[in-house]
């Protein structure tokens, strides 16, 4: 069908992070078609990646070696790459336990294996990309209140403002989060995993340089990560801290002071680091693994944390929803090579077939993690740490190991990186 019969080609329900790299995406590599990006939120007009001042507390993401050569591939990383910590190393240890093992980018002729971005500096580079482009429209602020399937699309219905704005669509791509209810009200079948434990999320100082290591830490009472923040050309004391913990303990977290939770912090992650001098702003959710196994209908599409939800512990829930916009982009390529419909079922049940493996993989990496290093059974601790040990002495487990850390478990052609 030709364009002129819709409003819209393409309408992304949702303008944070995932939405805003695939309205990049989309006029980056196919610049004939009009994109409407829906976003609940008020755009600051004013909001400048000039005028950006890293903050103590700041959110972040940690982007793998796979993410870096996706936004390398939209144009978009010598701007990313000003603010973005690289992770050098990673080490994965269990506490009280003998079992580490060890990864190293110089290993992997990579002069990374990950970064760690600010989401700010993330959403202001995406922002400033997507401001000249005549080609992206924003809806903003707006939300999706309904939808309605129409011939070889879609038709939905925007709250404006407190006002009904109707506008037709090619492809309705959902791109606004696990929490707005609007893949409930559209009837998709969820499953859910409830871990029966909280993320804490915040950022600390340490006495110690974190010499560009990641490092991912299990322990009796559940997972912690501390990833490094700062200066991408200078090892600095500041780190990402994501702590997992029982509902019971998290309240007892909370009732403690910055000093005490240094402290209880120090007992659980220990002096790898030196000693824990600052612990800056909570925040904290539940976490579930939350999957949707049919992600497509005619003229609709979930990506994102929409589609699928995992465990903070492996950070591997950004990197896996790149990989996804990626293959979403590739069949709205071929769709418009073959002049076929955007919407129309087969070219979207192509991208679900194309990312199937990689989340259903990535899904069962992340939970085996924790479900194998949540167990406290003799035995399995004690085949746990020879794991551990193995990855650390055999170079090919361990390049397994690696890729999976580096988000090229499974590569997408514009993942593959031209300097290898």
Known sequence: MENAAFDTDILIAGGGLAGATLALALARKLPQLRVTVVEAFPLAPDARPEDYQPSYDARSTALAWGSRLVYEDLGLWGELARHAAPIKHIH???????GATRLAAEEHDQEAL?????????????????????????????????????????????????EALELTA????????????????????????DYAQHALIANVSTSNPHQFTAYERFTDAGPMALLP?????????????????????????????????CERLQQRFGWRLGRFTRIGECSHYPLTLTTVQESVRPGIVLVGNAAHTLHPVAGQGFNLALRGLVALV?????????????GRIDV??????????????????????????????????????????????????????????MGLGRRTVSQEDPRR
């Not at 994965?92 to 003998?98: L, P």
């Open 114 to 162: 990950g970064y760690v971005v600010d989401n700010r500096w993330l959403g202001l580079s995406l922002m400033k990309a997507l401001a000249d482009l005549s080609q992206i429209e924003w809806q903003a602020p707006a939300k999706v209140v309904d939808v309605t399937p129409a011939t070889e699309g879609v038709s939905v219905c925007l709250d404006k403002d407190g």
């Open 348 to 405: 979207l049940n192509a991208y679900q077939d194309r990312h199937r493996q990689d989340w259903q993989d990535t899904v069962r990496f992340s939970d085996s993690l924790i479900h194998i290093f949540g167990a406290r059974v003799p035995a399995l601790a004690a085949a746990r740490d020879v794991g551990l040990v193995g990855l650390d002495l055999v170079p090919g487990a361990r390049k397994w190991f690696a890729k999976r850390a």
């Open 229 to 261: 923040r700062g200066n991408p050309r200078r090892s600095g004391q500041d780190a990402a801290l994501v702590w997992t913990l029982a509902p019971e303990a998290l309240e007892d977290i909370l009732a403690l002071t910055d000093e005490q939770r």
């Open 330 to 342: 590739e069949q709205f390529e071929r769709a418009v090579r073959e002049r076929l419909p955007l």
């Open 92 to 98: 994965v240890s269990d506490r009280g336990r003998f």
């Open 170 to 193: 090619q492809c309705l791509v959902i791109a606004d989060g696990g929490r707005s209810g609007l893949r409930e009200k559209l009837g998709f079948r969820i499953e859910h995993t």
